[in-house]
């Protein structure tokens, strides 16, 4: 009976027809022609059946790919940053896969160019070309540093944020973007700091409010045509909140920084009001989304909360990842 296993597959034979003595080692004299080039398989063109359900991938692509990119700050300077890419494109029901090489060489042909908004759409159109696909997407993720002063004592320290910015190339043609901006914060709960002080009044009883650092993450949609800065939206978020965490301080900035939070108590709830109430004063923004977790120092769980600009159709207050906001 003969054997149902394969063969296995030879380019050269010797002269008798037997499978030639394969070398072990790796030949760096070796050189690789445009001929022998061609002769590679490529397994997302070979005639093989699709495995599985055949029906169209809405996002196939990279995640995690790093190299260091340039972005402009608003007075003018450049900063070089290590940026994690994620990209990634849609892929129709008789396609079989897509050269995932090819979107981490758009961004190399692209490397040397400062990263902005447009910069993104032109990725995105570059490899919607090179993979013949209908829709990308593209997210990009890096640590922004700024300096911070001190309150009171004028010291320099450098606060870094977790910024994300994402380009979406639509089958119909659009072109949306979307800065992700981490915020992070003191919540000094209001109901803690009234009983503290009754306990005060009423039993002369020495007190201390509970506080918690605290984190907001916005999602904002620009405007088509208007640029809106890192560095305005962090001052957004200081006049919404006014309570950033501090880098560098000394005993009159701790100081500070309890008056600070004293006039500025605040719940889950206020936070992402007062949020709102700047975002949605500012024309360069089309829509948002706005997830804040104060992860409280009495609990042993988060409070947070979640709001939206409510545009139709637009961003939903759907952030589940609580997770992820954790300081």
């Known amino acids: 009976m003969p054997s149902s296993k394969k063969k296995p597959m030879y380019l050269h034979r010797t002269a008798d027809g037997a499978a030639p003595r394969i070398q072990r080692g790796y030949d760096t004299k070796f050189k690789v022609t445009p001929a022998y080039r061609a002769s590679l398989p490529d397994m997302m063109e070979t005639a093989e059946a699709i495995p599985g359900a ?55 042909d692209h490397k040397d160019e400062v990263t902005t908004g447009e910069w993104m759409g032109k990725i995105l159109k570059s490899y919607l070309r090179k993979v013949e696909s209908k829709a990308a997407r593209l997210k990009i993720r890096f640590s922004y540093p700024m300096t911070q002063t001190s309150l009171r004592s004028g010291l320099d320290g450098f606060q870094f944020y977790d910024v994300a910015f994402e380009g979406v190339m639509t089958a119909d043609g659009r072109y949306r973007r979307f800065i992700q901006f981490d915020f992070v914060y003191s919540s000094a709960c209001p109901c803690s700091a009234e009983l503290s002080e009754h306990a005060r009044d009423q039993r002369g009883a020495y007190t201390v409010p509970h506080s918690q650092r605290s984190k907001a993450r916005l999602l904002i949609e620009e405007v088509e045509g208007k640029k809106i800065w890192i560095e305005d939206i962090h001052a957004l978020c200081v006049r919404a909140l006014r309570t950033e965490t501090q880098v560098m301080v000394k005993r009159e900035d701790e100081q500070a920084f309890a008056e600070l939070n004293g006039a500025h108590l605040k719940f889950v709830e206020d936070a992402a009001r007062l949020l709102y109430a700047e975002l949605a004063k500012d024309k360069r923004i089309a829509d948002f989304q706005i997830a804040c977790s104060h992860q409280e120092s009495l609990h042993s769980h988060d409070a947070v909360s979640v709001i939206c600009k409510g545009v139709p159709g637009g961003l939903a207050a759907d952030f589940t990842e609580f997770g992820l906001l954790r300081c």
């Open 54 to 108: 055949h029906v169209p991938i809405q996002q196939v692509g990279i995640s995690n790919f790093k190299l260091p990119l340039k972005y402009r700050t608003k007075d003018g300077k450049t900063l070089t940053l290590e940026t994690s890419v994620t990209g990634t494109v849609s892929l129709q029901a008789e396609l079989k896969g897509i050269n995932m090489s090819r979107i981490m060489r758009s961004f190399y």
